[in-house]
């Protein structure tokens, strides 16, 4: 069984920084791509940002675009967000996942608050 484990979520003020760590457990696996999720409350979950292991690109959800960066560990299936310039609007559930290929997300983490504070 392969479990994701977030850490590093928190209270912080409009204009600081966070970052989240999200490390597999379990069952050796190997993934195409590992990224992260968020859901605030009364909306839904948005991709935010996603790490392919063949060449290590990146994509971004518009809004976290030049503030937000992704990186990890492929062979040790670890990803990071470094979320900087955190705004009122970045407050949400953040979610770690692992995709199997270009669409199937296998297996996801269980969240981490991240609450941003004027």
């Known amino acids: 069984q392969v479990q994701l484990v977030e850490s590093g979520g928190g209270l912080v003020q409009a204009g600081g920084s966070l970052r989240l760590s999200c490390a597999a457990s379990?069952?050796?696996?190997?993934?195409?791509?590992m990224g992260w999720f968020r859901q605030a409350p009364g909306k839904e979950r948005e991709l935010v940002a996603r790490?392919?292991?063949?060449?290590?690109?990146?994509l971004y959800t518009d809004p976290v675009k030049g503030r937000f960066t992704i990186s990890g560990d492929n062979p040790k299936n670890t990803v990071y967000l470094q979320m900087n310039s955190l705004k009122l609007e970045d407050t949400a559930v953040y979610y770690c996942?692992?995709?199997?290929?270009?669409?199937?997300?296998?297996?996801w983490g269980q969240g981490t608050q991240v609450t941003v504070s004027s």
């Open positions: 790490i392919k292991w063949s060449d290590y690109t990146t």
């Open positions: 379990g069952r050796t696996f190997s993934s195409y791509a």
């Open positions: 996942a692992a995709w199997s290929n270009l669409i199937r997300i296998d297996y």
